[in-house]
């Protein structure tokens, strides 16, 4: 009987082999403070152009960043600018060298009209334990309203 104790109480304290995540960061990284290291993020791109889409279409773009500091870090938080953008981001801890992304989908239904306006939205993006706290991206697009596209055939 006091085998099985033992077996079930060293069973019970052996570590999760869950992933780490932002919580992990701010709760346990020793040098999570104003003097450990940070994470730094470098965009391959912070700007996109769709170009022109028709009024109703979802189209979709990734932001992908490399982590260039020398700590961990994660993004904490993401916004988007209008319901119509829909963000989506990695959410593990992104080491020292690692990568991550932030994919923007933007469902242009209504946005459109005649003159093909340009529309510009943003998604802020915050992260833990970084050089800098957040970036903004930006994209763009020339929506044409699916009824002009209707007379030009005519």
Same mark, same amino acid.
């Given at each position: 009987?006091?085998?099985?104790?033992?077996?079930?109480?060293?069973?019970?304290?052996?570590?999760?082999?869950?992933?780490?995540?932002?919580?992990?960061?701010?709760?346990?990284?020793?040098?999570?403070?104003?003097?450990?290291?940070?994470?730094?993020?470098?965009?391959?791109?912070?700007?996109?152009?769709?170009?022109?889409?028709?009024?109703?279409?979802?189209?979709?773009?990734?932001?992908?960043?490399?982590?260039?500091?020398?700590?961990?870090?994660? @993004?904490?938080?993401?916004?988007?600018?209008?319901?119509?953008?829909?963000?989506?981001?990695?959410?593990?801890?992104?080491?020292?060298?690692?990568?991550?992304?932030?994919?923007?989908?933007?469902?242009?239904?209504?946005?459109?009209?005649?003159?093909?306006?340009?529309?510009?939205?943003?998604?802020?993006?915050?992260?833990?334990?970084?050089?800098?706290?957040? @970036?903004?991206?930006?994209?763009?697009?020339?929506?044409?309203?699916?009824?002009?596209?209707?007379?030009?055939?005519?």
């Amino acid at each position: 009987m006091l085998f099985s104790t033992v077996v079930m109480f060293t069973l019970g304290c052996t570590p999760s082999n869950k992933p780490v995540d932002t919580d992990d960061i701010v709760n346990n990284n020793p040098d999570n403070n104003n003097s450990g290291p940070k994470g730094e993020f470098q965009f391959v791109d912070t700007t996109f152009d769709f170009g022109n889409i028709k009024d109703g279409d979802n189209v979709q773009h990734i932001f992908r960043f490399k982590n260039t500091g020398n700590g961990p870090m994660s @993004i904490s938080k993401v916004e988007a600018s209008c319901g119509c953008t829909t963000p989506d981001w990695t959410k593990e801890v992104i080491p020292p060298g690692g990568e991550g992304k932030v994919t923007a989908t933007f469902d242009s239904k209504g946005k459109g009209g005649p003159d093909n306006p340009l529309v510009e939205k943003s998604i802020e993006v915050y992260f833990d334990n970084a050089v800098k706290d957040y @970036i903004v991206l930006t994209f763009t697009s020339h929506i044409l309203s699916s009824e002009s596209d209707e007379h030009e055939g005519h």
